[in-house]
């Protein structure tokens, strides 16, 4: 299932209306023994692959969650692949990804928390 | 050597989510309704109609032989029962759809052939450049259970040694490229490195390497030039140049990765300092970290010119390319224009008919983007206004993107070795019914536009007839002198042509000619200029074998 993007539908980017006054950048409050299991299973429907690898940064330090391309084999010695880039966002009603190349959205379920990001 | 990087680890969400199978545009247990201008014959079949190509995806994964259950990465297969004549007709649509010369394709019936392999050959161009070279080069396929088990493969054994493969056949002549550093190979014990660049291997436990011909001696030698598993000791002979005599190596195996940036250095000259890199490929999402360390070094000598060694990088991923040129040609440079334009089809627009996507151009990225290191952050650049590119005929790719895309940005590059392997084309690795297949879907394209270097970048002074003429000197690899030695052919040729403006009169006692080349680590044979059926023997040339 697909989510419209925040930024298409709720104008975010102005940041104008009370949910987005709310949304603040975030990482994810996980211990340093737990993974990120749920994590992954939320992006891989976005993703649309069911295995997945986060480059850096940490996304417990960091408001980031890094999504790895399929890595190339030998043969694609051409490859246009990118990492997708996820902001981690907190909200009233708990927290998202959103991809920064088109502003799609994962809502990560609720045994992900979520802590307002301390620069 | 480092490990890849996969920040805390690799997940699979397999065992918490088992997604349907993919949109087939089809039904289940029948056949799929055709669009009006198709038509079923007896059996279900579609019927060819020349000329009318319905959409591939009324065809995918209908199989002659279905799969099921998952892959190795968790994907569950969408197979449903077909034929081979629908996979014919998906091969047909699909190639219709993506392949970047679909107007020279001839258009086959897929009900007469049976075999789908045989099939797909023929799905392409049979156009001849000038130079009488095949314009499709690249067109080739093999079991996606073997392209996934590539695509997930760990480190594997090896001793970190890159052979030339000069003579496959006997008398074969194999020698040693380059060794990785912190390898077994470049470990030295009594002051030598084990292996030595230009060394020929004699002998492999005991085994003639240059004569031997039985099934069991070219089992052997595999077996010792190419480690199954960590731990293997083998013996080798080998002759080092210059030397008299051999000597006895003994190596063990080890987990290795490949190492993207395997020397950076800071030369000393009358004129300014000359940064140096030896870069080797840009596959691994490590490069990206690996490149930017060696640009920051670089920067902070304040060097004045570049000597980039691809001399041995058969390429990679385009957005490293396109960061690294970036880092050479700064932002007077390259600010508001392109790296590279991906070129498809006619047919396709301004869309990329294999994700269906805008056909966004690729930037000069100015910043990193996740590879290896967090993205956002401003990479360096270096302040020069041109750079030296050391190249051979296995310097291909995403390596002869950083040319063309600085061309295209009219930032000099002087090019110092021998032709480039002349592949600007590129594709998207697709699998259907347990094959995945190898077509060229687009051509990359630089900011004005160019991207017709099939037949390679050639140095000024050489005197073929066919590429693109780039300044620089024509320099054979003897594969003598250590790399970053101001003494070694190439790079001492770049030296000179920076003090002179002129090309050096270089000679060599052993020229090396058609190398091919054989990464000693899992199963990795590269033949940058062609990927034949041949290759997919993944450790060793036919010769050899």
Same mark, same amino acid.
């Given at each position: 299932m697909r989510m419209l993007g925040f930024g298409a539908v709720? =104008?975010?980017?102005?940041? /104008?209306?009370p949910a987005c006054q709310a949304e603040k950048p975030a990482v994810l409050a996980l =211990?340093?023994?737990?993974?990120l299991s749920a994590v992954a299973y939320a992006l891989s429907r976005a993703e649309g692959r069911e295995s997945l690898a986060f480059g850096p940064p940490d996304p417990r330090l960091q408001p980031v969650v890094t999504v790895l391309p399929p890595r190339p084999t030998s043969?694609? #010695?051409?490859s246009p692949a990118l990492p997708s880039t996820y902001d981690i966002v907190s909200t009233n009603n708990g927290c998202i990804l959103r991809r920064r190349s088109d502003d799609f959205v994962v809502t990560l379920p609720s045994s992900v928390q979520c802590t307002p990001y301390k620069p | 050597m480092r490990q890849s990087r996969c920040f805390w680890g690799c997940l699979s969400s397999a065992a918490f989510l088992a997604l $349907?199978?993919?949109?087939?545009g089809g039904s289940s247990g029948g056949f799929v309704s055709f669009p009006n201008n198709g038509s079923t014959g007896s059996g279900n079949e579609p019927v060819w109609n020349p000329g009318v190509y319905e959409p591939a995806s009324e065809f /995918?994964?209908?199989?002659e032989n279905p799969r099921s259950g998952t892959d190795i990465e968790g994907n569950t297969f969408p197979d449903q029962s077909g034929s081979t004549t629908i996979e014919n007709f998906w091969l047909r649509s699909w190639t219709n759809e993506t392949?970047?010369?679909? %107007? @020279?394709?001839p258009d086959l019936d897929?009900? #007469?052939?049976?075999?789908r392999l045989a099939y797909f050959d023929l799905l392409k161009t049979s156009a001849v450049e000038? &130079?009488? @070279?095949? *314009?499709?080069? +690249?067109h080739f396929s093999q079991p996606t259970e073997e392209f996934l088990e590539q695509r997930n493969s760990?480190?594997?054994?090896?001793? $970190?040694v890159s052979y030339a493969a /000069?003579?496959? #056949?006997?008398p074969r002549n194999f020698r040693v490229r380059y060794t990785d550093p912190g390898t077994p190979a470049s470990a030295e014990v009594g002051g030598l490195a084990n292996f030595v660049r230009g060394a020929q291997i004699l002998t492999v436990d005991g085994v003639d390497l240059i004569n031997a011909s039985s099934d069991a001696a070219v089992d052997a030698l595999n077996a010792g030039l190419f480690? @199954? #598993?960590?731990?293997e000791t083998h013996t080798f002979e080998v002759l080092d140049p210059g030397a008299a005599s051999s000597r006895t190596v003994t190596l063990v195996s080890e987990n290795l990765s490949s190492d993207p940036v395997n020397t950076v250095k800071v030369i000393n000259t009358g004129l300014g300092n000359v940064g140096y890199v030896l870069f080797n490929t +840009?596959?691994?999402?490590s490069s990206e970290e690996e490149i930017v360390d060696a640009m920051e070094q670089l920067q902070a000598a304040n060097v004045n010119d570049l000597v980039l060694d691809l001399r041995y990088n058969g390429g990679g991923l385009l957005a490293i390319a396109a960061q690294l040129s970036y880092m050479i040609? =700064?932002?007077?440079?390259?600010?508001? *224009?392109?790296?590279?334009n991906l070129r498809f089809n006619d047919d396709a627009g301004d869309v990329n008919?294999?994700?269906?996507e805008t056909n966004n151009a690729i930037p000069?990225? *100015?910043?990193?983007?996740?590879?290896s290191l967090p993205s956002g952050n401003a990479l360096p650049v270096l302040n020069i206004n041109r750079v030296f590119i050391l190249s051979t005929e296995s310097t291909c790719s995403a390596s002869e993107a950083v040319i063309n895309g600085l061309q295209g940005v009219d930032f000099e590059v002087i090019l110092i070795g021998d032709v480039t392997c002349g592949k600007p084309y590129g594709f998207y690795p697709t699998d259907n019914c347990g094959e995945t297949y190898y077509t060229i879907q687009f051509q990359g394209v630089n900011?004005? !536009?160019? $991207? =017709?270097?099939s037949d390679g970048f050639v140095p &000024?002074?050489?005197? &073929?007839?066919?590429g693109v003429i780039t300044d620089g000197c024509t320099v054979v690899d %003897?594969?003598? !002198?250590?790399?970053? %030695? @101001?003494?070694?052919v190439l790079l001492a040729a770049a030296l000179s042509y920076r003090e002179t403006g002129s090309c050096p009169l270089v000679t060599t006692t052993s020229p090396v000619t058609s190398q091919a080349s054989v990464d000693?680590?899992?199963p990795a044979l590269e033949l940058p200029v062609n990927i034949p059926?041949?290759? *997919? %023997?993944?450790?060793?040339p036919e010769g050899l074998r």
């Open positions: 709720m =104008g975010l980017a102005a940041c /104008i209306s =211990g340093p023994n737990d993974d043969y694609e #010695t051409r | $349907g199978a993919c949109d087939t /995918i994964a209908q199989c392949y970047l010369w679909n %107007d @020279e394709v897929p009900a #007469t052939f049976n075999d000038p &130079s009488g @070279e095949d *314009r499709d080069d +690249f760990a480190p594997s054994a090896s001793y $970190g /000069i003579a496959t #056949t006997p480690p @199954e #598993t960590a731990g +840009f596959s691994p999402f040609a =700064g932002p007077s440079f390259t600010s508001g *224009r392109t790296f590279e008919p294999v994700t269906g000069f990225y *100015r910043t990193t983007l996740g590879f900011d004005k !536009g160019f $991207g =017709g270097y &000024s002074d050489n005197p &073929s007839p066919f %003897d594969l003598e !002198g250590t790399l970053g %030695d @101001e003494s070694e000693a680590k899992g059926a041949s290759n *997919r %023997d993944m450790r060793m």
